[in-house]
């Protein structure tokens, strides 16, 4: 986990573009995945001065306080896309590896 600095402007803008799923855990709902827009997490950022920005693995976290925060991933392949890359592409051309 890296705590992302708040004047990384061009990071922060790159990361909203595109890691737009968005889901909050919260105490109110016993931490259970409650699904919500991006611009929410975006917002508590910028009003709560002791919020944070960390990067994960795979994903981003909003830490507004110990008892709320926010996921930010990247959103889900749509039905019909697939994935992409050389190893992808290969397998849908059948090509020898």
């Known amino acids: 986990?890296?705590?992302?600095?708040?004047?990384?402007?061009?990071?922060?803008?790159?990361?909203?573009?595109?890691?737009?799923d968005c889901s909050m855990r919260s105490l109110d709902s016993n931490f259970?995945?409650?699904?919500?827009?991006?611009?929410?997490?975006?917002?508590?950022?910028?009003?709560?001065?002791?919020?944070r920005l960390h990067e994960w693995r795979d994903h981003y976290r909003i830490?507004?306080?110990?008892n709320l925060w926010y996921e930010l991933h990247r959103p889900a392949a749509k039905a019909g896309q697939g994935a992409t890359g050389p190893r992808a592409?290969?397998?849908?051309?059948k090509l020898p590896m």
């Open 1 to 20: 986990m890296r705590t992302i600095a708040r004047n990384a402007t061009r990071r922060i803008a790159a990361i909203k573009a595109e890691f737009t």
């Open 89 to 93: 592409l290969r397998s849908r051309l």
């Open 32 to 51: 259970e995945r409650t699904p919500v827009d991006a611009s929410c997490a975006w917002e508590a950022l910028a009003q709560h001065s002791g919020a």
């Open 63 to 66: 830490s507004v306080h110990s």
